[in-house]
């Protein structure tokens, strides 16, 4: 079985500042991991995936992360956010033979003026 | 693209009532859906995992005769609330597979669920 912790349940930050947010996983297989991004009332939207080969990977509105295998982590950070950035983030894992994905407690991202 | 559709996007219902929601894969085939379930605040826990032409698998503590799942094509899937009380009352959110894809699962927009 796969778990995922999310250590930060909100992260308030101001604009143009660099913010992370962090997830670390379990597991006894190969994993494969996500973020996903869900804004108020609406379903997920994947922000960014690691399945394999480099570590650091990137989505299109300026958000990255790094696979960390020694550290089981992929935290996902940006430089510099915008207020349009508010919205939950949940980090997710997917193993097994299923691919079932498992999902942290998630991260409520604030961007304040 | 891979879009999913969920209908209706809200409904509110007398409490001992049925309720369907239909997931749709709007620009893929999808042999996997799943089913997930999302209260206030909280993160998405898996409901089942939907197989096309086959029965689906529950997560424990899941009540398969409650959380009816049939996915009789691969672009569709529902989930049929029988029954329902105001402790199902919940968002419900599907993701489907494409067919031959790699891992990733896309998500539909979500249905809030009130039972009255």
């Known amino acids: 079985a796969q778990s995922v912790t999310q250590l930060d349940s909100q992260v308030p930050v101001f604009e143009e500042a660099p913010v992370e947010l962090r997830c670390n996983y379990s597991?006894?297989?190969?994993?494969?991991l996500f973020w996903y991004v869900q804004y108020p009332n609406q379903g997920l939207q994947l922000l960014l995936k690691?399945?394999?080969?480099?570590?650091l990977v990137e989505s299109i509105n300026g958000f990255e992360a790094e696979f960390n295998k020694s550290q089981t982590s992929f935290h996902l950070r940006k430089p510099s956010v915008h207020i349009s950035d508010t919205a939950e983030y949940f980090c997710?894992?997917?193993?097994?033979?299923?691919?079932?994905?498992?999902f942290g407690s998630g991260t409520q991202l604030t961007v304040l003026p | 693209g891979a879009v999913v559709s969920q209908h209706p996007s809200r409904v509110i219902c007398k409490s001992g009532t049925s309720v369907k929601i239909e997931c749709r894969s709007l620009?893929?085939?999808?042999?996997?859906m799943f089913w997930y379930r999302q209260f206030p605040k909280q993160s998405l826990m898996l409901m089942a995992t939907?197989?096309?032409?086959?029965?689906?698998?529950?997560e424990q503590g899941v009540e398969k005769d409650k959380f009816l799942i049939n996915h009789a094509s691969l672009t569709l899937s529902t989930l049929t609330v029988t029954s329902a009380h105001p402790e199902d009352s919940s968002f419900y959110i599907c993701?489907?597979?494409?067919?031959?894809?790699?891992?990733?699962?896309?998500f539909g927009p979500g249905t809030r669920l009130l039972v009255l």
């Open positions: 993701s489907a597979r494409k067919v031959g894809g790699v891992e990733t699962q896309y």
């Open positions: 597991s006894s297989v190969s994993v494969y």
């Open positions: 690691y399945l394999s080969g480099s570590t």
């Open positions: 997710a894992v997917g193993a097994g033979s299923a691919r079932q994905l498992t």
């Open positions: 620009d893929f085939q999808a042999t996997t």
């Open positions: 939907s197989n096309e032409g086959s029965k689906a698998t529950y």
